[in-house]
């Protein structure tokens, strides 16, 4: 039995039309033909979940790795590895280099884009950066499963984007964090005079 039968039997036991099309997704002027757009949604949705299940599928792999990491480095080569891979993701962005020289640009930015606040005291060359309170940024977290210590992976992207920005050398301290317990995080940097040449 083909849809148009279906709804003729339908008719034929009473259902009005309209409620009939409602229910077999038909409009008043007759029989839908799958068309080429839906189709393309249903493969767009279908892409959609394997998509998402591979980043939640991604990053239970990677808290897996980080905690078996915990066995083989020590605290210090552990936290310079995901030191450099933070500073990798942020010279990915490119953000740095585009608003290189314009600090408070930046922080108008991250403000608009990501909700972040900033205090900056100039006399001591200190930054202090709060996200609002939310779940780990990093979508390859699952913040029930990675281990804090990857907030190194965030402070070498504070520090890659404060040095090129600022164009002298930096220091990041964590003083919050998601996976350390708060709702938000919270970075301080310390601002360090270029050294001569």
Same mark, same amino acid.
């Given at each position: /039995? ?10 034929? /036991? ?5 409620? $009939?099309?409602?229910?077999?997704? @038909? ?8 068309? *080429? ?17 591979? &980043? @939640?599928?991604? $990053?239970?792999?990677? $808290?897996?790795?980080? *905690? ?6 020590? @605290? $210090?080569?552990?936290? *310079? ?17 585009? #608003? ?17 606040? #900033? ?24 913040? %029930? ?15 890659? /984007? ?16 998601? &996976? ?6 919270? #970075? ?6 270029? %050294?001569?040449?």
């Amino acid at each position: /039995m083909n849809r148009r039968e279906l709804l003729d039997r339908a008719c034929g /036991m009473g259902m009005c039309s309209c409620a $009939a099309s409602v229910i077999f997704g @038909d409009s008043s002027s007759g029989a839908q033909s799958d068309t *080429e757009e839906n189709k393309e949604l249903r493969e767009l949705r279908t892409e959609h979940n394997r998509c998402k299940w591979w &980043l @939640d599928h991604a $990053a239970k792999q990677l $808290a897996r790795l980080f *905690e078996l990491l915990e066995s083989h480095l020590d @605290d $210090a080569r552990r936290c *310079e590895i995901l030191e450099q891979l933070g500073r990798n993701c942020a010279k990915s962005l490119g953000w740095g280099e585009k #608003f290189r020289g314009d600090l408070e640009g930046f922080f108008k930015f991250m403000n608009q884009k990501h909700g972040e606040t #900033f205090t900056y005291d100039k006399e001591k060359g200190v930054i202090t950066v709060v996200t609002r309170e939310r779940d780990c940024d990093c979508k390859l977290v699952n913040s %029930k499963l990675t281990p804090a210590y990857f907030c190194h992976c965030s402070m070498g992207w504070q520090k890659h /984007m404060y040095e090129t920005i600022l164009g002298k050398p930096v220091d990041t301290e964590l003083k919050e964090s998601v &996976l350390q317990g708060s709702k938000r995080c919270v #970075f301080q940097i310390r601002i360090k005079e270029k %050294k001569p040449s």
